[in-house]
C-alpha cells in the first residue's frame, strides 16, 4: 500500500488559493502572456508579469495554508453539517478581502470580490434594487 506524499494532499487546498489570488489581482482585463504592449495600451494585465508575485505570495503563506488543510481534514463531518467547515473557510476569505454570504444552501459559503467585476459593480450602484 502506498501513500501520497502531504505536498501533494496540500494541492487540494492550495490551487483554490491561487486562482483566488489571480481573481483579486486581475482588476482589469488579462492579455495573453507577452502581449505587453496590448496590456500597456488597453490598461489590462500581463500575467506572465503577475505570476511570480503570486507564486511568492503563496509560497510565503504556505504554512498557513497547511494549517487551515490539516484543520478542516481533521473533523470529517456529514453532508450539509459542515457548519465548522464553512465558518472557517468564510473567516479565512474575509480575511482576504472577499464580501462573504455564508448559509447559501445551507451550510455553503460564497465568496465574491466586486474589483474583479467592474459590470456587476457599476449595475448595484446604477439599479440598487435589482
Known amino acids: 500500500m502506498t ?31 507577452g502581449n505587453t504592449a496590448v496590456a500597456a495600451a488597453d490598461g489590462g494585465i500581463d500575467v506572465a508579469q503577475r505570476k511570480p508575485a503570486v507564486e511568492a505570495a503563496v509560497n510565503a503563506d504556505d504554512s498557513h495554508l497547511d494549517a487551515l488543510y490539516k484543520d478542516l481534514q481533521r473533523i470529517r463531518m456529514l453532508a450539509f453539517q459542515e457548519t465548522r467547515t ?45
Open 3 to 33: 501513500t501520497r506524499p502531504i505536498r501533494l494532499k496540500r494541492t487540494g487546498l492550495t490551487w483554490p488559493m491561487v486562482g483566488a489570488a489571480l481573481l483579486a489581482l486581475a482588476q482589469t482585463p488579462s492579455v495573453l502572456p
Open 86 to 130: 464553512a465558518a472557517r473557510l468564510a473567516a479565512e476569505m474575509r480575511k482576504i478581502g472577499f464580501d462573504v454570504t455564508e448559509t447559501v444552501g445551507k451550510t455553503g459559503v460564497e465568496a465574491m470580490s466586486l474589483t474583479v467585476m467592474p459590470a456587476l459593480q457599476w449595475n448595484q450602484t446604477a439599479n440598487p434594487s435589482s
